[in-house]
């Protein structure tokens, strides 16, 4: 493909690891980064349970009354599917939170390959050097806990690889295979479907340039054309709910630009997040000195073209927040794949080796140990979990949030979901946004659920409530004791008193959440 391969250091199968001994040292490291998913059958992500709850409910909701009861599914084509569509299928052979485990590890599996792939398409032959993309699979936007997402940077990264390896070919194979890439990302997530139009956009403004003393015309058609597979999902996302979806309204912030880009790097400490990029930076610059790293001109497009969107993406965009800070991270997988290292002398493929060895180390210490300590918490979470009727209806409040450090929060905020997957429960807090999930809460249930995708209401709200409708507009916690069987507020430290003695009894306290019961003698009949 004219403007797209470069001069290789060198030829496949000359010098550096053989295909062979990187599919080894894949399979080696993605064991090894897949330790504290495989190991944490509850990882503290924030939504990733809440997820785990809507898989539960799909599989075993024709079998469980009380789920029946309370929910519907209601299969449409929405871009927010891909989970829906694995982990339930898993779900019939093993418990949910062993299929959602599958599914993270899938993501990383398609992220790490996907990052080898693009490179593989770029340069010719295959390198070891995109395994150093692996210690960054742990990152601020995997803790958020969007797995869609996620699981979406991987296809992108293969449907861009697919497109640079079948630019040179008869166009209807590569249009076939990157209207399916289009459809599968759709499915994914819009971001991960746009992240694709990113990379394919770059890639063919940098083959317009080293093309540019052709003829312009047939050069504009083919960079046109380029567009083609993706009008079956703008057709798709028009016709569909997502476009009427209610949530949060589009808004730019410019102030949290700086955040995105640290989120790329960091997990939980800032300090082993720039500790690890000084050790990359410092190797880099030791390679490019000694003349053995080299830089593929499509990747300035990628930069280029990446940053660009970066600044003008807002901070919600289509009723998800954090919209631009998702971007950084995907673009550092592109860029590593952009990379072309020597490695035909043994100094530099141990080099590599250590280096590898040394960040993966280090970025799973890292969130083993954290991981390890929040256990803690999402046992006391179970715990009171069991102390819950079957069938019950739960509302979540959030107390003081500033009383809980940053990191539980990620294991904290949807933790009441684990009362629909264990208690056939009623959560108030469970997806059921219409236009963004396939999960709704039955008619004569749906005032009392969250379904505009905010967040919990705040305890003080929540006390003036019990008794008498919010002034000026109506909430789905409006006179709560009528309509709810405990209650469970979320940030609140222990010996934080009961905010409300007359409507509520404890039911378990744990470090950072309180359980109350309802008391039905003064909630009157519901």
């Not at 709200?461 to 000026?472: I, L, M, N, T, W």
Request: net charge positive; glycine share 8%; aromatic share 12%.
């Amino acid at each position: 493909m004219p403007g797209i391969r470069p001069r290789r250091f060198a030829a496949a199968g000359e010098g550096g690891f053989r295909p062979s001994t990187i599919a080894v040292l894949f399979v080696l490291l993605m064991a090894a980064v897949s330790l504290p998913v495989a190991t944490h059958p509850l990882p503290p992500l924030a939504d990733y349970v809440n997820h785990l709850a809507r898989m539960h409910i799909i599989k075993a909701i024709d079998s469980d009354p009380d789920l029946a009861r309370f929910y519907l599914i209601d299969w449409q084509v929405i871009p927010n599917l891909m989970i829906d569509l694995v982990v339930p299928v898993l779900h019939r052979f093993m418990n949910v939170y062993l299929a959602g485990q599958i599914f993270t590890i899938l993501a990383f599996v398609l992220i790490g390959s996907g990052t080898l792939a693009l490179n593989r398409a770029l340069i010719g032959r295959w390198s070891a050097l995109p395994l150093i993309a692996l210690p960054l699979l742990y990152n601020g936007v995997l803790l958020v806990g969007v797995m869609n997402y996620v699981f979406g940077i991987g296809l992108a990264l293969w449907g861009l690889a697919a497109w640079i390896a079948l630019r040179d070919r008869r166009w209807p194979w590569r249009f076939a295979v990157s209207t399916l890439f289009v459809l599968a990302l759709f499915f994914c997530h819009l971001f991960a479907a746009g992240l694709y139009g990113l990379g394919l956009l770059a890639v063919e403004l940098h083959r317009l340039w080293a093309r540019r003393t052709e003829p312009l015309p047939p050069r504009l058609a083919d960079f046109v054309a380029t567009g083609l597979p993706f009008v079956p999902f703008v057709l798709f996302l028009v016709a569909g709910p997502t476009w009427d979806a209610p949530g949060m309204p589009a808004f730019w912030e410019f102030g949290g630009k700086l955040d995105g880009l640290l989120v790329a790097i960091k997990v939980y400490y800032t300090s082993v997040a720039y500790g690890l990029l000084a050790v990359v930076v410092v190797a880099a610059a030791y390679m490019k000195w000694r003349g053995a790293l080299r830089f593929h001109p499509a990747g300035w497009a990628i930069l280029g073209v990446g940053a660009v969107i970066f600044l003008a993406m807002p901070r919600a965009l289509f009723f998800a927040h954090l919209a631009d800070q998702r971007l950084p991270i995907a673009l550092a997988f592109m860029l590593i794949a952009c990379f072309d290292i020597d490695l035909r002398t043994v100094a530099a493929r141990r080099g590599l080796v250590a280096l590898l060895a040394l960040l993966l180390v280090v970025r799973v210490a890292e969130v083993q140990s954290v991981w390890n300590r929040l256990d803690r918490g999402t046992h006391e979470f179970v715990q009171s979990v069991k102390t819950i009727k079957r069938g019950a209806r739960v509302l979540v409040v959030y107390g003081d949030r500033s009383s809980c450090k940053e990191i539980s929060d990620f294991n904290l905020v949807h933790a009441a979901s684990l009362a629909t997957i264990e208690r056939s429960a009623l959560v108030t807090s469970t997806f059921t946004v219409p236009g963004k999930q396939i999960l709704h809460a039955r008619k004569e249930f749906r005032k009392f659920v969250e379904t505009e995708d905010w967040l919990p209401p705040s305890l003080g709200y929540f006390v003036e409530a019990a008794d008498r409708p919010s002034k000026g507009a109506s909430y789905f916690w409006d006179l709560w004791p009528r309509h709810y069987d405990y209650v469970y507020v979320l940030f609140a430290t222990p010996g934080t008193p009961n905010p409300d003695r007359k409507h509520l009894a404890m039911v378990y306290g744990g470090d950072s959440f309180q359980l109350y019961r309802v008391l039905r003698e003064t909630a009157g009949a519901r």
